[in-house]
């Protein structure tokens, strides 16, 4: 008999697109919304589909997948939180800048956000979203 | 795994129990298999928690949902 612990459970085709829609109203709930600090919101849903597809080591296949999914060809790896941004926010709001800010704002929060800090507390303790974008440039000597 | 998918899971328990005649199906089989399917269903989503493990939990419009149900039942029987 099949045994298999819940965290094992494979990530299905239609769980994939279940969760990209889940983001993709997120995205349509802070457009709606008034409130300026709504965008963390979905940046936090953002975040925290990627951390667990990295905590299972496959948040690059996993993002290649979301992209072929809504018809973007990707030939290299693609970088996980932009990619789930382009695949869920509108594209004629956020522009490819905008899409690579809030990659490195993640891939900040990431490497330096504690497990049970929430996203929105973190960014704004650091500066903001534009200061923690500087601070991934600058820690991780990477810049997209 | 959070209340909400727990109670799920025991339901769909019982249910494959009585369906088997008796023959009651593991709990982790069941548990895998609902799981798999409300996730795919958009109702439950896996998270990391505090310590860095992967959980499982209700996601916003299931919880929605279940609100709303309570909602509408407390209105039945207010009309009663």
Known sequence: MLRRAPGTIPFSTEALKANLLRLQ?????????????????????????VTWWDREGKAGKRANRALHLRGYSSVREAEPFAAVILCTADRDRVDERTRSKWSRVLRYAAEFKEVDEPLRDFVKRKGGINKCAGRFARRLGRYR | MDKILQDLVDQAHEAAGLRRNGVHEAHDLVSTELLAELEADGDAMRFVDAKGKIRWRATPDLRQYLKDLKLDARDDLKDL
């Not at chain 1, 008034?34 to 979905?42: G, K, L, W």
């Open chain 1, 25 to 49: 109203n997120e995205w349509e709930t802070v457009q709606a919304s008034r409130d300026r600090d709504a965008i963390y919101q979905y940046l936090s849903a953002v975040f925290e589909l």
